[in-house]
């Protein structure tokens, strides 16, 4: 006796989930998947890159290590409040990679449902953005500097204006 099975949907699933897993690994942004209770499941080669965290250093830790302490905790209540929803949540956090320096990052996170529609999983797409904040930064100095630096020139010539007149007054009075 002999069973046959037709095995096509499946091969075509578990090729779509190798593609997919290619992908995410060969993505030059970090991708974390976690569990509901934020502890680290996946990571790709990024994520590394990124925190200075290897893969094998973080599975099943909380995302909490990467914590640098500089955001508000109603700022982390409003994220998870989000997610826990069922909603995607973006937005900016400053981290600690594992060497200590702090990084400011983009994040979003999306929340993951199985079958049954019960929340699972989230996945988490980060982007160091810490020397485009840099530059910001810079930008805002400079037009903040010029910003002086034109007042102070308003500021001189409305006082050497005054300064040059009074003389000047006098000696065309006296002529």
Known sequence: LFAIHDITEQALEEMNLQMVLSAFKSFSVSIIITDIDALILWTNPAFTSLT??????????????????????KYFEEMWRTILSGKVWTGELINRRKDGN?????????????????????????????????????????????????????????????????????????V
């Open 102 to 174: 702090e990084y400011h990052e983009e994040e979003t996170i999306t929340p993951l449902f199985d079958e049954n529609g019960k929340l699972t999983r989230f996945i988490a797409i980060k982007q160091d953005i810490s020397r485009k904040k840099s530059i910001n930064e810079f930008l805002l100095a400079t037009i903040e500097k010029e910003k002086e630096l034109n007042e102070m020139k308003s500021r001189f010539v409305s006082t050497a204006s005054h300064e040059f007149r009074t003389p000047l007054a006098s000696i065309l009075i006296t």
């Open 52 to 73: 200075g965290y290897e893969h094998e250093e973080v599975i099943v830790n909380n995302c909490s290590i990467l914590n640098s302490g500089k955001m508000e905790k």
